[in-house]
């Protein structure tokens, strides 16, 4: 029972949140050890040192990712790739792509065969990270050979 | 004149020759075609150079060109005026002075220049900067450039005799020097040396021409030069063998004092009192400058064209006409010269100009057979104008020109970065320091242009770099300004200087030199020069505050309207203003911003929670609807909210408070409660209802239910809170909302809490405090058990023994200081106050006796009651205080069901009283006793909270009106001097018939409660239901309730 709470309560704080160094935590698969306790003084509160295992999400430069994009606009479009958030500018979307505001921003190209909306599924590189304490952000490129749209809702409709 | 000049020129030449077989160049650079006369003023000057403008002006001309390029002295536009005058005759002195005179003449040439030229300082000036077309009437005298018709053959020939004389002088001057003869010229320690007089100040070239004159008159003089120079004052070089010839000189000028020091200039340092850095030596084409005069003050310009010679630069503008002022000064109408309005920049427009019908001429520069729009004047291509001014009228060192005025100038297609000289103005304005070592660089000069590679070693303007491509030498050597720094896409980066400094991002795209960052903070494409920036992990967001204003602090503009900081650029914020319709963003300099809004408030949502700042809301209409967040300010129902998606506007989102939902809020839950708490005494008035809501448990006590709700209501906030010091609390509305704290104090409806975790004490309302789950809370439940929560009540009941010893005049320090004492006393079996009750009730206090000790427990409830403002009737607050208690003991199955009697007995001594005086009697008996007992106390109680000299207002029938208390009697009636100045006469009124008048902001009041009851101050504030007052006696300033505050009559 007291192993339960120790590890749900591990869970709660631990998962879904981010470490500069190791990323992204998913999900924690195992508890390895739980040392013994220590008395906060004062407060009747105890601490315990839990080793645990975890699935962690960290983005690499150079990486390629999968990623659903989340918002466009004119400076470049946004996708989300499970917690990261990618950020893939106007620079870095290939030239023949323009943006077109209108009720559904988006990316097209000139013959208008490939667009990035929200909620299209694009692969991206990433280019750069910036890694705060409790985020992690990223910069994408489409600007690359096999980059870009996989799946396209627009298309699909 | 120019004829005369020719003359002089071929003297000059001999003299030059003489000159220089006795060396007396003191420099040592220059190795232009004029050394000898450029030596022979003891300075170099390029300038004089291919242009010919020392031989147009004729020899004197030159000389004094020479010297002033010397003494880098600043007004230089005096030349360009005297050269278009031409020169003057030169003086000549006899043949065997000769030497001597050279220099001596050139001094005196200046000082004769300067006599002249000041009387045309002013018009000199306004020609070389303000009135554009007298520059191009310039222009085109000095050049074959197009030119005004009438002015053209005068012109036309003048330039071709000046062309003439130059091309000659050409000739003549036209001979290398060598370095080393250039050495060879330095002063020996054979040659005379140089002599530093002090002279008067301001006087140096009179000095100067005073001792040429002396040397001409007497032949015994000898010293050999005398120099005065511009940039320094107070003193004038002599040239001499020996400091007594120097004294000799100097003796009996009234400029030199006879004391005057007089000091030896060492050798070393001789050339350099005649040599000057010409600052101006690096401008050169395409060079980037600003403007230091006139209406173009400041303002970005290219260079163009530099003609050394005349020290005139033609430079690219972007002109600020104002055509509409323009045409109508070509048509002779009156030109309303404003100074105040400069016009903004903006590219010319021929077809505009046409179309006010200006007349534009095309004409062909002959130099350089480019195609000029003319008006009036001015010149202008491309939409840019070309001015010529003088050099010394632009500044072209530390030039950081803006991107944005980069890309103003930046023709369509053209590649900024194949633009290498801008690139070199940039360079030139490097800090110290710019290359680190491990920096990547590039290079952009040179055979090895666009090689990469990282930073070695760095020794002052030369760095070693080792290249990327590994078949080359470890180490290459280049010149800083070879080399600039190159970034890749994906580097975080933090700008260190230019118009965005300090602003952090990631390199996006490199774009030559040029780096697009997307802003850590913005979300934002910057452009910067990759110069400008420094590999950092650093994340931040620029600047952050100017002057008291911060990044997100909410601020009130000028006009009164409020927004959130939102950017805050070198000298203005960027401000989203609080218009919930649309996003509105303006841009604020410093003084525009009239305060900042610090005072937390809160603000009710679309279904009445109360939001105050950091709670979490969702828009649920308008242009923003489906954003969430949390809200960083609250101003006047409007919220502002930080939504970390959304991307414009730093994230905030501006929304009435009425089209939001506070995340986990409930829709009506706490409604009753909010309203509850905004106002005690609202509360306090409401109560009556609450009570009669239920009747049923009292039914005895019908008929004092409006009092006793009254002061029950008062009651229950107050009772309970005494426990409450102390304690720990939590805050569960207003802007201290969620905060946990320890109860310092409680005054009247108010709260000071000493907050966990900001270090300070607050004052809140006590309905706003909760107690934390560790407390227990049935102290304070009685008051949300008002109306319909009562059924909480029973549940908590059983924890009201517990409690109840707190209540025990034993537990009396626990209550307020002042305050228990009196209810201890005024319940002691000895003290009067007592003997009225038992008069009132014998059988009460006989028959319970075992209660009594527990009784004491409804009273401090009671005490506090006056509190609330309705106090004045005690007698009435104890029916009523044990309302609630009764029936929580009533409806208490519980162990202390004994303690219903204490309730009880009490009823029939209120109803004893109630056939009386329901109102007022009852509670008299109580007055009595405190005031007999103990008057402090008793003032400090319940009944006699009326103090003198307060002004009242009194309801009576028939004595309506202001009035002012001169008496409180001893069975709380008062003697009211009816007038608001208390003139008029004296009536006694019951307490129940008069109402004390609240005082405004500034009135004197008196403070009729707590612990500073009978303190006079003033009241300077007030805060919803709080007043602010300062103290008369200690200067104290005290954040009191409002309801215990009387105006005094004045």
Same mark, same amino acid.
């Given at each position: 029972? %007291? ?44 601490? %315990? ?37 990618? %950020? ?70 | ?115 002249? *030229? ?68 330095? $002063? ?18 009179? #000095? ?55 000091? +030896? ?48 630069? #033609?430079?690219?503008?972007?002109? &600020? ?145 080792? =290249? ?75 600047? #952050? ?30 401000? +989203? ?117 239920? $009747?049923?448990?009292?039914? $005895?006590?019908?008929?004092? !239910? ?35 704290? &320890? ?6 409806? +108010? ?67 002042? &305050? #228990?004492? !009196? ?6 079996? !000895?003290?009067?106050? &007592? ?62 069901? =004994? ?30 006793? !405190? ?29 309506? *009106? ?28 019951? $307490? ?59």
């Amino acid at each position: 029972m %007291f192993f339960h709470i120790l590890v749900s309560k591990l869970i709660k704080d631990v998962e879904g949140t981010c470490s500069g160094r190791h990323g992204f935590v998913v999900a924690i698969t195992g508890v390895e050890d739980i040392g013994k306790g220590l008395i906060r003084e004062g407060t009747g509160y105890v601490t %315990f040192p839990v080793k645990y295992q975890c699935v962690v999400f960290r983005p690499f430069k150079g990486e390629i990712l999968e990623a659903v994009v989340t918002m466009v606009n004119k400076m470049g479009f946004f996708a989300e790739a499970g917690p990261v958030q990618i %950020f893939v500018s106007n620079h870095l979307i290939p030239d023949d792509m323009e943006f077109q505001s209108g009720d559904v921003p988006n990316y097209t190209t000139s013959d208008g065969s490939v667009k990035i909306q929200k909620d299209s599924e694009v692969r991206l590189k990433i280019i750069g990270t910036r890694v705060d304490a409790t985020e992690i952000f990223c910069i994408g490129t489409i600007k690359d050979d096999f980059l870009g749209v996989i799946n396209d809702p627009g298309a699909a409709v | 004149m120019a004829r005369r000049g020719r003359d002089d020129d071929d003297d000059e030449v001999e003299e030059e020759e003489e000159y220089e077989e006795e060396a007396y160049g003191l420099d040592d650079e220059d190795e232009d075609d004029y050394e000898e006369e450029a030596r022979g003023a003891g300075k170099a000057s390029r300038s004089r150079g291919g242009s010919g403008g020392g031989g147009r002006g004729g020899r004197k001309r030159s000389r004094e060109d020479n010297f002033i390029d010397d003494s880098a002295i600043e007004d230089d536009e005096e030349d360009d005026d005297h050269e278009d005058g031409g020169g003057r005759p030169k003086k000549k002195g006899g043949g065997g002075v000769r030497g001597f005179f050279d220099e001596e003449a050139q001094v005196d040439e200046d000082e004769e220049e300067e006599d002249e *030229g000041e009387g045309e300082d002013d018009f000199i000036n306004d020609a070389g900067a303000d009135i554009p077309d007298e520059d191009v009437v310039r222009v085109s005298r000095h050049r074959s450039m197009p030119m005004r018709d009438e002015e053209e053959d005068i012109d036309e020939i003048e330039r071709q005799v000046r062309e003439r004389y130059a091309r000659s002088s050409h000739i003549e001057y036209g001979e290398e020097t060598a370095e080393v003869e250039q050495q060879a010229l330095l $002063p020996s320690v054979k040659d005379p040396k140089l002599w530093m007089v002090k002279c008067a100040i301001g006087h140096e070239r009179e #000095t100067a021409i005073c001792l040429m004159q002396k040397f001409i008159d007497r032949q015994d003089l000898q010293i050999k030069s005398v120099v005065a120079l511009d940039h320094l004052k107070n003193y004038i070089y002599v040239e001499a063998e020996k400091e007594a010839h120097v004294r000799e000189a100097c003796k009996g000028l009234r400029n030199i004092y006879s004391s005057a020091k007089i000091t +030896l200039v060492p050798i070393k340092e001789m050339a350099d009192v005649l040599s000057v850095e010409s600052k101006s030596v690096d401008l050169s084409r395409d060079a980037w400058v600003r403007m230091k005069l006139g209406i173009y003050k400041g303002d970005l310009a290219k260079v163009v064209d530099v003609d050394n010679v005349r020290q005139r630069v #033609t430079v690219k503008l972007i002109p &600020r006409i104002d055509l509409q002022a323009l045409s109508s000064k070509l048509e002779g109408r009156e030109v309303v010269k404003k100074k105040a309005f400069i016009p903004p920049p903006r590219f010319f427009n021929i077809d505009e100009a046409r179309e006010m019908h200006i007349r534009v001429e095309r004409r062909r520069d002959k130099d350089s057979g480019e195609y000029f729009e003319m008006i009036d004047g001015l010149m202008f291509k491309d939409g840019f104008l070309y001015k010529t001014v003088s050099i010394k009228s632009i500044s072209t060192q530390n030039i950081q020109p803006s991107f944005d005025e980069l890309e103003k100038f930046r023709k369509p297609g053209d590649d900024m970065n194949g633009d290498m000289s801008s690139l070199s103005t940039l360079f030139s304005n490097r800090k110290k320091g710019h290359f680190m070592k491990g920096d990547a660089v590039i290079v952009i000069k040179g055979d090895l242009k666009n090689l990469e590679g990282w930073v070695e070693k760095v020794e002052d303007e030369t760095v070693h770099i080792r =290249p990327k491509i590994s078949d080359l030498p470890k180490t290459l050597v280049f010149n800083e300004k070879e080399l600039c720094k190159y970034f890749k896409p994906g580097d975080h980066v933090k700008v260190v200087s230019g118009v965005q400094d300090g602003a952090t991002g990631m390199v996006v795209k490199v774009e030559g030199h040029v780096l697009i960052i997307l802003s850590d903070t913005t979300k934002e494409h910057i452009r910067v020069f990759a110069d400008h920036v420094v590999e950092s992990s650093e994340i931040t967001t620029g600047i #952050t505050r100017i002057g008291d204003y911060e990044l997100h602090d909410l601020v009130v503009l000028d006009n009164l309207s409020f927004g959130v900081i939102i950017r805050v650029e070198t000298e203005a914020f960027q401000v +989203l203003k609080g218009a919930p319709d649309r996003p509105e963003v303006v841009l604020v300099k410093l003084r525009e911003i009239k305060s900042k809004i610090d005072r937390r408030t809160s603000a009710k949502d679309r279904s009445n929670n109360m939001i105050s700042a950091k709670d979490v809301v969702r828009v649920v209409e308008g242009s923003c609807k489906g954003k969430q967040g949390p809200v960083e300010h609250i101003h006047k129902g409007i919220l502002f909210i930080y939504d970390r998606h959304h991307l414009e506007h730093a994230g905030f989102i501006c929304a009435k408070a009425q089209s939001c939902l506070l995340v986990g809020g409930s829709t009506a839950g706490r409604h009753g409660n909010g309203m509850d708490t905004s106002d005690p005494r609202l509360g306090a008035l409401r109560s009556p209802a609450s009570i009669l809501q239920s $009747p049923g448990r009292l039914p $005895p006590r019908g008929p004092h !239910m409006n009092y006793g709700g009254r002061f029950g209501g008062g009651g229950h906030g107050g009772r309970g809170h005494d426990a409450l010091v102390g304690k720990c609390i939590k805050i569960k509305s207003g802007p201290y909302k969620g905060y946990r704290g &320890r109860v310092k104090e409680v005054t009247g409806g +108010l709260v000071r809490v000493e907050l966990d975790s900001l270090m300070k004490i607050v004052t809140v309302k006590r309905d706003d405090i909760a107690d934390t789950p560790t407390v227990a809370t049935p102290l304070r439940e009685p008051r949300y058990s008002l109306g319909g929560e009562t059924p909480m009540h029973p549940s908590r009941t059983p924890l009201h023994p517990f409690q109840t010893p707190m209540r025990d005049p034993g537990a009396t320090p626990i209550h307020d200081g002042m &305050r #228990t004492p !009196m209810r201890a006393r005024a319940w002691a079996p !000895m003290s009067p106050p &007592r003997d009225n009750w038992e008069e009132g009730n014998p059988a009460t206090w006989g028959s319970s006796p075992a209660y009594q000790p527990g009784t004491p427990p409804a009273r401090p409830f009671e005490a506090p009651t006056p509190g609330s403002g309705w106090a004045n009737t005690p007698g009435v607050s104890y029916n009523d205080a044990p309302t609630p208690r009764e029936s929580s003991y009533g409806n208490t199955p519980s162990p202390y069901v =004994p303690s219903t009697p204490v309730g009880q007995p009490m009823t029939p001594n209120s109803a004893s009283y109630l056939p009386g005086t329901p109102g007022g009697q009852p509670m008299t008996p109580g007055n009595v006793g !405190m005031d007999i007992m103990s008057p402090i106390i008793g003032g400090e109680g319940e009944g006699n909270w009326l103090l003198p000299d307060v002004l009242v207002n009194v309801l009576r029938a028939g004595n309506d *009106g202001p009035g002012v208390v001169r008496e409180v009697l001893a069975d709380g009636s008062c003697r009211v001097a009816v007038g608001s100045s208390g003139n008029g006469d004296i009536v006694t009124v019951l $307490p129940n018939d008069v109402e004390v008048v609240r005082p405004k902001k500034s009135d004197k009041v008196k403070i009729m409660n707590g612990n500073f009851r009978g303190y006079n101050g003033k009241l300077i504030g007030i805060d919803g239901s709080d007043g602010i007052v300062k103290l008369d006696d200690t200067y104290e300033v005290k954040i009191l309730d409002m309801v215990i505050l009387a105006k005094l009559a004045s």
